[in-house]
């Protein structure tokens, strides 16, 4: 068994996926908490997502730079391209989010968790390939 758990956590996928498990509910979390504090704005879910995106952004480099990518030094470096590829994606998030939810009229939750899926592979690939290259 423990052999099992040993060649998972080799794989620098596995490893990600964790992670953003990790980071990924720990942000839905925040989210979801801050949608609820602020359900009285109109635009409250909007606050709650960049509540939620900050707040997030710290756990996640530091657990993807030291856990899923191994890599040692450059933090400045490295946490500037982190930061560009989480850019990208909170951009993405920022422009579909009220679509999904006025446009399609999707419940602010739901609109949220779908579009992690797509931010999930745009993650790993600039993250792999990008903020912790060397």
Not at 4 to 27: H, W, Y
Not at 96 to 120: D, E, M, R
Request: proline share 1%; net charge positive.
């Amino acid at each position: 068994m423990f052999n099992g758990i040993s060649v998972l956590l080799d794989s620098e996928k596995f490893r990600f996926l964790l992670v953003g498990g990790f980071n990924t509910a720990f942000g839905f979390a925040i989210y979801a908490l801050f949608t609820w504090l602020l359900r009285g704005l109109e635009f409250g879910y909007m606050l709650a997502l960049i509540i939620s995106q900050v707040a997030s952004l710290f756990v996640a480099f530091d657990l993807h730079k030291k856990f899923t990518f191994k890599t040692q030094g450059h933090v400045v470096k490295d946490f500037i391209r982190f930061t560009m590829v989480n850019a990208v994606n909170y951009a993405f998030n920022l422009l579909l989010l009220p679509i999904l939810v006025h446009g399609f009229k999707f419940n602010a939750l739901v609109a949220q968790l779908s579009i992690l899926i797509f931010t999930t592979v745009v993650s790993f690939i600039g993250h792999k390939y990008f903020s912790f290259r060397r």
